[in-house]
C-alpha cells in the first residue's frame, strides 16, 4: 500500500521561501511521475507541479501550474523515494494545506481521481 508523507510546511511572510517534502513508500517510484497539489479553505485540491522519472534518454520533465511558474522548482531523489517542492516569492494566495501523490503515467491524473492521500502540511503566507 502506498504511503505519503509531507513535511516542511510553515509560517512565513509574503516574499518568503519554503521547501516542502514528501516521502513515498510501499513500493519503488523511480519510473513514477510525483506531484505536489494544494487545497485552500473553501475551494478544490488542485494541480501545483509535477516531475517525471529520470531514467528517459533526456532526464526528468516538470510541468507546473501557472499560477506558480518561475517562483516554485520541483525536484526529486529516486534513491530516497522522495520529492521536494523549493517555493520561493510566496504570496498570500499560495496558503494551502500541500500534498503529493505518485502516478505510472506521465502527468499526473485531476485530483479526484487518486484513492490515497497523505496528511498533508500547511502552508501559511501572511501579507
Known amino acids: 500500500q502506498v504511503q505519503l508523507v509531507e513535511s516542511g510546511g510553515g509560517l512565513v511572510q509574503a516574499g518568503g521561501s519554503l521547501r516542502l517534502s514528501c516521502a513515498a513508500s510501499?513500493?519503488?517510484?523511480?519510473?513514477?511521475?510525483m506531484g505536489w497539489f494544494r487545497q485552500a479553505p473553501g475551494k478544490e485540491r488542485e494541480f501545483v507541479a509535477s516531475?517525471?522519472?529520470?531514467?528517459?534518454?533526456?532526464?526528468?520533465?516538470?510541468y507546473y501550474a501557472d499560477s506558480v511558474k518561475g517562483r516554485f522548482t520541483i525536484s526529486r531523489d529516486n534513491a530516497k523515494n522522495t520529492v521536494y517542492l523549493q517555493m520561493n516569492s510566496l504570496k498570500p494566495e499560495d496558503t494551502a494545506v500541500y500534498y503529493c501523490?505518485?502516478?505510472?503515467?506521465?502527468?499526473?491524473?485531476?485530483?479526484?481521481?487518486?484513492?490515497?492521500w497523505g496528511q498533508g502540511t500547511q502552508v501559511t503566507v501572511s501579507s
Open positions: 501523490n505518485v502516478d505510472p503515467l506521465l502527468t499526473m491524473r485531476p485530483a479526484h481521481e487518486y484513492d490515497y
Open positions: 510501499g513500493r519503488t517510484f523511480s519510473s513514477y511521475s
Open positions: 516531475i517525471t522519472w529520470s531514467g528517459g534518454r533526456n532526464g526528468a520533465s516538470t
